[in-house]
């Protein structure tokens, strides 16, 4: 399995890539956000890649970041998600989007990704469900106090989905204390 490529990069067109690694080309195919964080052509690139072998073809998928990569293979476990669905998606949302949509259970936004219908967003947001909430993939620690308020909140009890649509409200610049004073009082209310 190729996991891991270095080298120059020769060309980028959208979706692809091609790298030279030392006198070998790889073309790889590289989702959206991916695409936007490359450097100029003729510079150093690293990728980290998932290879896929099919029938009819060999296919090698690059990625800018671990995360992406473990969403993008946490993706193809999904029933009736291949490759091009994944990289879709990772191109249409970002990885802590993906991770909020699924926590939020948003079947709209995962609908707005060309390519997901309504069944295939369902499908998606039952199968994911656990995957995030276990820690798989679960977004870089927070700076900021709303995601002590979030843990806080579901060491309460809380639904995470319930959690974060009170964190949402908080002001941004709020402390500990007053944004799980605040969120709090947001979920009695309901």
Avoid: W
């Avoid at 890539?17 to 510079?43: I, K, N, Q, R």
């Avoid at 490759?83 to 990772?90: E, N, Q, S, T, Y």
């Amino acid at each position: 399995m190729i996991g891991r490529l270095s080298g120059i990069l020769l060309e980028k067109t959208p979706p692809h890539v091609l790298l030279d690694v030392h006198g070998v080309g790889y073309e790889c195919e590289v989702s959206m956000s991916t695409f936007y964080a490359l450097p100029a052509v003729g510079e150093k690139l690293v990728l980290l890649t998932q290879f896929i072998v099919r029938e009819d073809a060999q296919l090698l998928y690059g990625f800018g970041t671990e995360r992406e990569r473990a969403t993008f293979r946490q993706l193809l476990k999904v029933n009736g998600v291949g490759p091009k669905m994944a990289l879709a998606i990772l191109s249409g949302l970002s990885v802590d989007e993906l991770i909020q949509t699924v926590a939020m259970q948003d079947t709209a936004m995962l609908t707005r990704v060309p390519g997901v219908g309504k069944k295939t967003a369902e499908r998606l947001l039952l199968e994911l469900k656990d995957k995030f909430t276990v820690g798989l993939i679960m977004p870089a620690a927070p700076q900021s106090a709303e995601g002590d308020v979030l843990s806080a909140l579901v060491g309460l009890g809380y639904q995470e989905r319930e959690a974060l649509a009170a964190v949402k409200l908080l002001p941004a610049d709020v402390t500990l204390a007053d944004g799980i004073r605040l969120a709090l009082k947001s979920l009695t209310k309901r």
